[in-house]
């Protein structure tokens, strides 16, 4: 089970985390995996099997779970 709130996030190859949530083409994919490729990119697995390469200057919007009780 996860605890926390999601709330929406701006990520890039630098900020992704396991876990992160993508909304691409009216689905929801969430991160399982990442690999860094060359020139700062990313390939991110998700838990569906599919993989995604982000480059490092692809910016996107992320729902993240979060526990309120933490301080970032």
Do not use: H, N
């Not at 909304?23 to 990313?42: E, Q, S």
């Not at 697995?45 to 979060?66: H, K, M, N, Q, Y």
């Amino acid at each position: 089970m996860s605890y926390g709130v999601l709330v929406s996030v701006e990520v890039d190859a630098a900020t992704i985390r396991r876990g992160d949530q993508l909304m691409l083409g009216g689905m929801v994919f969430t991160v399982r995996d990442m690999a860094a490729l060359p020139r700062g990119g990313k390939r991110l697995d998700f838990t569906t099997g599919e993989s995604l390469p982000l480059l490092r200057t692809t910016i996107l919007w992320a729902a993240r779970r979060v526990d309120p009780r933490r301080a970032c």
